[in-house]
């Protein structure tokens, strides 16, 4: 079963054009790194719970918008591989400056436990 990199961020709303231009440089590297699909998603229905939430987790200020994405691997041994070819990638040593604050993003690997498709 594939193996997927979970993240979740919060961005400064009038820095969603710069989130999504960063996104789609790093996208295709993923790609050529072993990674099969990247998924990006702007929050817009991130209800507030009353012991935690998203915007919670990442300490997202009113002014900030929760992104969650993913990164869809082979499988684990693929995405440690793909992880560490990413980040040696010489493309990206231009992007020095990200649109959120890296320090509140969580992150992790997940194996699945169930998948579901609908035919």
Request: with cysteine; charged share 30%; proline share 7%.
């Amino acid at each position: 079963m594939n193996y997927i990199d979970g993240f979740v961020v919060a961005v400064p709303t009038d820095k969603k054009d710069a989130y999504r231009a960063m996104a789609e440089k790093a996208a295709p590297i993923f790609l050529e790194c072993g990674a099969l699909r990247t998924v990006e998603t702007w929050g817009d229905d991130v209800p507030d719970g009353k012991v935690t939430d998203f915007r919670m987790a990442v300490k997202a200020t009113p002014e900030e918008t929760v992104v969650f994405s993913w990164i869809e691997w082979p499988s684990r041994e693929a995405r440690d591989a793909g992880m560490k070819k990413f980040m040696e990638d010489p493309r990206l040593a231009g992007m020095t400056e990200m649109p959120f604050d890296g320090q509140r993003m969580i992150f992790g690997g997940f194996s699945p436990l169930l998948d579901v498709t609908r035919d």
